[in-house]
């Protein structure tokens, strides 16, 4: 019987045996260990508690243990926690199917559910592939996507991500090659540049004949480098892909469920990919699950002659986390999302804009619920991270982006506190470089 430890001991224990995200085990980074969150607050074991301005990677956007969520799961629990989906079916997969159809762009109503966002993305890539090879067209096999993006961490989704920042160089022979675009030039305004679309037109002449279809994070791209571009591009490429015979796959892992402004970041402009991926706050940040969510012509192209989909994961639509995506999608559908969003960006706006005089600040923008404080150069994330617990604020930077995704529940002045804590940071930061 493993005894009962106390915390400083979980610390130690959770250095020896635990991987977390993207860290070394041999110089393991500090870890805060977790005692309680509710609604926007995160507390630790020592007492303090923490502003959430993450989300839990753009996930947790109703706040920690919500009443609702909470008490769907419950009740679902004592029901059936979860059955095969090959064979078997149930209503928190059947209604979460028939919402995604109704709110997500026209056409799309088709829905696969897997347990990540990762996964979800390899079920549209496997999609096009065998769309494509269905139509008669099996040499259809790559992918065009944009650099700078984000796709996940399995072998298919990274070949899709940056082939810079993107882990290429170390997986170099074990991953597909696929064919890259320049990212969208950025500016949610800025008018639309038609030598960049004459480039990404070349690169499709080039190669479609090969290609299957265009990824790409629509409107922001989060992970790889949290740039917000204009959503012209988008019904621009839409044109090419009809042109080409190319899918359009669009991700919206991280833009889904409101973060943008919209529910999807593909509102922001008039057309419908044929494929679209959903995960992090498909569920409120609760559980685990994605959707890759297609159209007929994909679902019907892939069934034609007998043909069947090729894949099925073992907890496909598990109930329990389908019970947590309907009760977060009601809660959603509750109240004006729009506007309330709105209030969170201008409040962003307005909490980050003096980051703008610090020597060490390269940019501030802001999009719905979405604030990024671009840095000249990039953060010491061991240094850094203590300075915002301090602070009394759950924020998590990357590279040279210190950024702020809050639940959609904090409070303005919350907002204020997190932009004050950002400012007081990237202004010591500052302070230590120079000396
Ligand atoms: C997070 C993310 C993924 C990967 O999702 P996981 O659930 O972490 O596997 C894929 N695409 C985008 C845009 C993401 O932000």
Same mark, same amino acid.
């Given at each position: 019987?493993?005894?009962?430890?106390?915390?400083?001991?979980?610390?130690?224990?959770?250095?020896?045996?635990?991987?977390?995200?993207?860290?070394?085990?041999?110089? /393991?980074?500090?870890?805060?260990?977790?005692?309680? #969150?509710?609604?926007?607050?995160?507390?630790?074991?020592?007492?303090?508690?923490?502003?959430?301005?993450?989300?839990?990677?753009?996930?947790?956007?109703?706040?920690?243990?919500?009443?609702?969520?909470?008490? #769907?799961?419950?009740?679902?629990?004592?029901?059936?926690?979860?059955?095969? =989906?090959?064979?078997?079916?149930?209503?928190?997969?059947?209604?979460?199917?028939?919402?995604?159809?109704?709110?997500?762009?026209?056409?799309?109503?088709?829905?696969?559910?897997?347990?990540?966002?990762? %996964?979800?993305?390899?079920?549209?890539?496997?999609?096009?592939?065998?769309?494509?090879?269905?139509?008669?067209?099996?040499?259809?096999?790559?992918?065009?996507?944009?650099?700078?993006?984000?796709?996940?961490?399995?072998?298919?989704?990274?070949?899709?991500?940056?082939?810079?920042?993107?882990?290429?160089?170390?997986?170099?022979?074990?991953?597909?090659?696929?064919?890259?675009?320049?990212?969208?030039?950025?500016?949610?305004?800025?008018?639309?540049? @038609?030598?960049?679309?004459?480039?990404?037109?070349?690169?499709? @002449?080039?190669?479609?004949?090969?290609? #299957?279809?265009?990824?790409?994070e629509p409107v922001v791209q989060n992970a790889g480098?949290?740039? =917000?571009?204009? /959503?012209?591009?988008?019904?621009?490429?839409?044109?090419?892909?009809?042109?080409?015979?190319?899918?359009?796959?669009?991700?919206?892992?991280?833009?889904? =469920?409101?973060?943008t402004g919209k529910m999807f970041a593909s509102d922001?402009?008039?057309?419908?990919?044929?494929?679209?991926?959903?995960?992090?706050?498909?569920?409120?940040?609760?559980?685990?699950?994605?959707?890759?969510?297609?159209?007929?012509?994909? #679902?019907?192209?892939?069934?034609?002659?007998?043909?069947? =989909?090729?894949?099925?994961?073992?907890?496909?639509?598990?109930?329990?986390?389908?019970?947590?995506?309907?009760?977060?999608?009601?809660?959603?559908?509750?109240?004006?999302?729009?506007?309330?969003?709105?209030?969170?960006?201008?409040?962003?706006? @307005?909490?980050?804009?003096?980051?703008?005089?610090?020597?060490?600040?390269?940019?501030?923008?802001?999009?719905?619920?979405?604030?990024?404080?671009?840095?000249?150069?990039?953060?010491n994330q061991q240094q850094i991270q203590p300075l915002?617990?301090?602070?009394?604020?759950?924020?998590?930077?990357?590279?040279?982006?210190?950024?702020?995704?809050?639940?959609?529940?904090?409070?303005?002045?919350?907002?204020?506190?997190?932009?004050?804590?950002?400012?007081? %940071?990237?202004?010591?930061?500052?302070?230590?470089?120079?000396?």
């Amino acid at each position: 019987m493993p005894q009962q430890h106390t915390d400083e001991a979980l610390i130690q224990l959770d250095k020896e045996l635990l991987w977390h995200p993207y860290t070394s085990m041999s110089h /393991p980074a500090p870890h805060f260990l977790v005692k309680k #969150a509710q609604g926007s607050r995160i507390t630790l074991s020592d007492g303090k508690e923490l502003i959430d301005g993450m989300s839990s990677w753009w996930s947790v956007i109703h706040g920690y243990s919500h009443p609702v969520i909470n008490n #769907a799961m419950k009740s679902q629990i004592d029901d059936f926690s979860h059955v095969m =989906f090959g064979g078997l079916t149930h209503e928190p997969a059947i209604k979460l199917a028939e919402k995604l159809s109704d709110i997500t762009p026209h056409g799309l109503s088709r829905v696969f559910f897997s347990d990540s966002g990762s %996964v979800s993305v390899e079920v549209a890539l496997k999609m096009a592939i065998q769309y494509w090879h269905s139509s008669g067209r099996p040499n259809k096999k790559k992918f065009i996507t944009p650099r700078n993006g984000y796709h996940g961490d399995t072998f298919a989704a990274m070949s899709v991500c940056d082939p810079i920042n993107g882990m290429h160089g170390l997986f170099e022979g074990a991953l597909t090659k696929q064919h890259f675009i320049p990212s969208p030039p950025t500016g949610i305004n800025t008018p639309v540049d @038609e030598d960049y679309l004459t480039e990404v037109r070349q690169i499709i @002449e080039k190669t479609h004949l090969e290609v #299957a279809g265009l990824i790409i994070e629509p409107v922001v791209q989060n992970a790889g480098g949290m740039r =917000f571009y204009n /959503p012209l591009y988008l019904d621009r490429m839409k044109l090419l892909c009809e042109e080409f015979d190319l899918l359009l796959i669009f991700d919206e892992i991280a833009t889904g =469920f409101g973060r943008t402004g919209k529910m999807f970041a593909s509102d922001h402009c008039n057309i419908s990919p044929d494929i679209m991926c959903v995960g992090k706050a498909l569920t409120g940040g609760y559980i685990t699950l994605a959707a890759t969510i297609t159209n007929d012509k994909v #679902a019907l192209g892939i069934s034609d002659k007998g043909g069947v =989909f090729m894949h099925g994961p073992t907890f496909m639509g598990n109930p329990l986390a389908c019970s947590a995506a309907n009760a977060s999608l009601s809660l959603l559908s509750s109240y004006d999302l729009t506007s309330r969003i709105q209030t969170i960006e201008s409040k962003l706006t @307005e909490s980050l804009k003096r980051c703008r005089s610090l020597a060490n600040v390269a940019d501030v923008r802001c999009l719905g619920a979405i604030g990024v404080v671009e840095l000249t150069s990039p953060v010491n994330q061991q240094q850094i991270q203590p300075l915002f617990v301090e602070q009394g604020v759950w924020v998590r930077p990357f590279g040279k982006l210190i950024y702020l995704m809050p639940p959609y529940i904090i409070s303005n002045e919350d907002l204020e506190t997190l932009g004050n804590a950002i400012y007081n %940071v990237t202004k010591s930061l500052a302070y230590n470089t120079k000396n």
